[in-house]
């Protein structure tokens, strides 16, 4: 199966921002905050770089492994960081920061590109 560069750019995307929302997620929960809130976030603090997306599947997930947990307050459902959720934004951003180390290396043998 062959495909075209760009849709081989844009799995390499689609994939890159699957298994990086989680982790953006996590780390954008200092304090309580809505899915919205969330999106939000990610996007302009991104400098639009992330697209402004629904984020209710991956809190979904997260919820369920017990790195978050949601409470109701006046009728808005807010997300908040558990102790567990803390502890693996701690492992996961050592690996995302190694890996990154290590994937640079590879590509730019060490170097910026200019």
């Not at 991104?46 to 991956?58: A, D, G, H, M």
Request: hydrophobic share 35%.
């Amino acid at each position: 199966m062959s495909c075209s560069s760009k849709e081989f750019a844009q799995d390499f995307r689609d994939r890159y921002l699957e298994l990086t929302k989680r982790l953006m997620v996590l780390k954008l929960l200092d304090k309580p905050k809505t899915s919205y809130e969330i999106s939000l976030a990610i996007h302009e603090e991104s400098n639009r770089v992330f697209p402004l997306w629904q984020v209710i599947s991956t809190l979904f997930v997260l919820e369920k492994a017990g790195t978050i947990h949601k409470k109701n307050q006046g009728g808005t459902t807010y997300y908040e960081i558990t102790p567990q959720g803390k502890e693996c934004l701690m492992l996961a951003l050592e690996e995302f920061y190694s890996l990154q180390k290590g994937l640079d290396d590879v590509l730019n043998k060490g170097k910026k590109l200019a």
